[in-house]
């Protein structure tokens, strides 16, 4: 649960543990902590060894570079890492099983960036997430 990360979501929704790193690492006070978060959040994903260090260097950069404004845009914005990162890693392998499954990812992804933005365009309202 997200209890402990004084992360205020809508009652009856929990994050799961797999984001609730990525989350936390949104507000860290510096960028040795964000990395070191970012790391261990990956680790916890069980993919780090799928990745080399241009992937984990990448992944981090857009760790940093999303600013989520609220603790539902944190979740979104680390669903968003996670699946984009498993997405494209999934597109290098040769199966075609598996880069269908990267695809799959990506759209996902696609769809959490979505979110963000039509949440900040005003398309959600405060209460509930549904569309205008």
């Not at 916890?44 to 981090?60: A, E, H, P, T, V």
């Amino acid at each position: 649960m997200a209890q402990a990360q004084n992360i205020t979501l809508p009652p009856n929704i929990s994050i799961p543990q797999t984001l609730e790193l990525f989350i936390s690492g949104f507000a860290s006070k510096s960028e040795k902590e964000a990395k070191l978060i970012f790391e261990q959040a990956i680790k916890r994903i069980g993919c780090n060894s799928k990745f080399d260090n241009k992937d984990l260097q990448n992944g981090y950069d857009l760790f940093c570079q999303i600013n989520p404004q609220d603790d539902v845009e944190k979740a979104w914005c680390a669903q968003f890492i996670i699946c984009h990162l498993l997405g494209t890693h999934s597109l290098t392998l040769a199966s075609p099983r598996d880069k269908r499954i990267g695809l799959k990812l990506l759209k996902i992804a696609n769809g959490a960036m979505e979110r963000i933005q039509k949440k900040r365009n005003g398309a959600f309202s405060n209460s509930s997430p549904t569309e205008e």
